[in-house]
């Protein structure tokens, strides 16, 4: 099956800084694609120049066939965005909003209740279709952008911060709801998020770093890669210790991030072993993990999601 | 089309839903209203019965009203492009420009629905002629209505031009404040403009509100029956490039004016967002 978006040798540079530096990747249909890097990667800038938003400098973006920067009015129709921020008209009705969506994207009339009443099944809405959108919760709002999304079914849903802001039940819902949709109506995402243990429901998942993709992979190999276990210990005294297990573990990688040292080795065991008796500083905290995301983001970008908000 | 009747349509309905609005914006024409209508007319009306005995039935506001209701539309008109500048803020102009509705139909849409509201406005302002003591033709009150309708569309496209391409209510309440005055006073609304200095001549001749409140008041009073001396007392004479100017002409340039200025709204809302 032909790739759903192809984006080729895509840049874009401003006056002094090259945003996006020569970026390539395919999304396959039907997958949820996890796009990641930290702040000022040049995630925005790409996701822009993909959604039609913004011109690149050089390179081309095809989605479902068609050429974005020529075929504009097409992609526009072929894709449903879902923003961070509210883009809900909050003097409107959940109704209206939806029924101007329809227009927008020339839904034909007599499908447009239809379909209306279905999007508002799927995000459990039905009961709220009259009521003003400022009377709406923050789950609320965006349950209703994701259902306006998808009204005139675009073969691709960029979800930029789906869950955002909220609190973790309604985030749990809103992945739900979006888990559901893929199954329902084997929608193509595109999904960036701050949340790694989110992001694991990807399919595949890109990284992005200074302009560059970083590397894609599903989630199961990235975490290979990082590979083996990760040991976090404290200690009394942190500098004396991490001074004395460079000496003496070989194999493994040491690095020290806010009062934890962290080790990351294919044989926890032996090192756990070594470690107890070696150590002359008491230990204060010790946990042993397989690799998260957080290891595999922290390993292509050299930051910790968290770092890289501020 | 379906595009611009969507943006339009919402524009309308908003402005029919906010109460606030739609008696808020009738303080400062009512107070003009006062001023010129009450304040003026004595002086005007004993000039005119000493020059002229036989027309003591004269009556200023009847001239002053077309052009209060011609302000009403000024004002409405640019402050319903501000529109723009909210949906920016919040956030709603996104969702228009992520769909596949053309850039153009956008400020289309967008003028449109200025203008409705500002016509409504307009409209309105009919109301209070009973209690100001004269009266017109309703004939020729519902002839003025798409007359009206013209120059508000001429003005939108101003308050859109502005908006399209500035970032702040803040600075668009400036520029507004800067533009509007001159407009109301060198448009012959409120007292004639036949005898301006050069330059001041230059820009009644390109202000769109000189032309609408001309119309309006050639429709809505029985110009034709009136002596020389209101004629040109009241600034009915208008001329261009030294001859009579018609209605047809007026009405060419009002167009012509909405659609130039459209259209550079457009290429603004291009560069703006790609």
């Known amino acids: 099956m032909e790739p759903i978006i192809k984006v080729q040798q895509l840049n874009k540079k401003y006056k002094d800084t090259h945003a996006v530096k020569n970026v390539s990747f395919d999304v396959e249909q039907g997958e949820i694609f996890g796009f990641l890097g930290p702040n000022g990667a040049g995630k925005s800038t790409t996701i822009n120049m993909i959604c039609t938003m913004l011109a690149p400098t050089s390179g081309t973006v095809t989605i479902n066939g068609f050429n974005a920067a020529v075929e504009r009015s097409k992609v526009r129709e072929s894709i449903g965005i879902i923003f961070q921020e509210n883009t809900l008209d909050e003097k409107l009705t959940a109704g209206e909003n939806l029924m101007l969506h329809c227009r927008f994207y020339r839904v034909p009339k007599k499908r447009r209740e239809e379909r209306i009443q279905e999007v508002l099944q799927i995000v459990d809405l039905t009961q709220s279709r009259q009521k003003k959108v400022e009377t709406f919760s923050g789950g609320m709002k965006r349950r209703l952008e994701i259902a306006r999304g998808l009204l005139h079914y675009p073969k691709v849903l960029f979800l930029d911060e789906p869950t955002v802001g909220l609190d973790p039940q309604t985030r749990a819902h809103i992945w739900e709801y979006i888990l559901r949709l893929k199954r329902k109506e084997g929608i193509t995402m595109f999904l960036t998020t701050h949340y790694l243990d989110e992001a694991e429901i990807s399919d595949r998942i890109a990284i992005m770093n200074h302009g560059k993709i970083s590397t894609i992979d599903s989630p199961a190999q990235l975490k290979k890669q990082v590979g083996g276990d990760i040991i976090e210990l404290s200690a009394k005294d942190n500098d004396q210790a991490a001074a004395e297990l460079e000496q003496y573990i070989e194999d493994a990688e040491i690095t020290r991030q806010d009062g934890t040292i962290k080790i990351k080795t294919a044989d926890s065991d032996s090192i756990i072993s070594g470690l107890m008796k070696e150590l002359s500083v008491p230990i204060t905290h010790l946990n042993i993990r397989k690799p998260t995301l957080n290891d595999v983001f922290l390993s292509f970008t050299g930051r910790d999601i968290e770092q890289s908000e501020s | ?274």
């Open chain 2, 1 to 274: 089309m379906e595009g611009i009747l969507a943006i339009w349509q919402r524009d309308v309905i908003k402005f029919l839903r906010d109460r606030a609005r739609l008696f808020g914006s009738f303080s400062m024409p009512i107070l003009f209203l006062l001023i010129f209508g009450g304040g003026l007319s004595g002086t005007m009306e004993g000039l005119i019965s000493e020059t002229v005995p036989e027309e003591s039935d004269f009556q200023y506001i009847q001239f002053v009203f077309p052009g209060i209701v011609a302000m009403t539309l000024l004002m409405t008109s640019v402050f319903s492009s501000l529109s723009i500048i909210e949906d920016r803020d919040f956030g709603y102009m996104k969702e228009i420009l992520v769909s596949p509705v053309l850039r153009v139909s956008i400020a289309v849409g967008k003028m449109l629905g200025a203008s409705t509201v500002a016509c409504i406005q307009g409209i309105m302002m009919f109301l209070l002629i009973p209690f100001l003591g004269i009266s017109y033709p309703l004939a020729s009150m519902i002839q003025v209505i798409p007359f009206m309708f013209l120059l508000a569309c001429a003005l939108s496209s101003v308050g859109l031009l502005i908006a399209s391409f500035l970032k702040s209510t803040q600075g668009f309440q400036l520029i507004v404040q800067l533009l509007v005055m001159p407009m109301v006073f060198l448009s012959g609304a409120l007292f004639p403009v036949n005898n301006m200095p050069g330059w001041m001549d230059v820009v009644v001749k390109i202000n769109p509100v000189t032309y609408g409140v001309d119309i309006m008041k050639k429709v809505m009073i029985d110009t034709g029956s009136l002596s020389p001396v209101i004629r040109e007392a009241m600034g009915l004479n208008l001329t261009l490039f030294g001859r009579s100017i018609t209605v047809f002409e007026e009405v060419l340039f009002m167009l012509t004016f909405t659609i130039i200025l459209v259209l550079l709204a457009t290429l603004s809302f291009r560069r703006s967002n790609a």
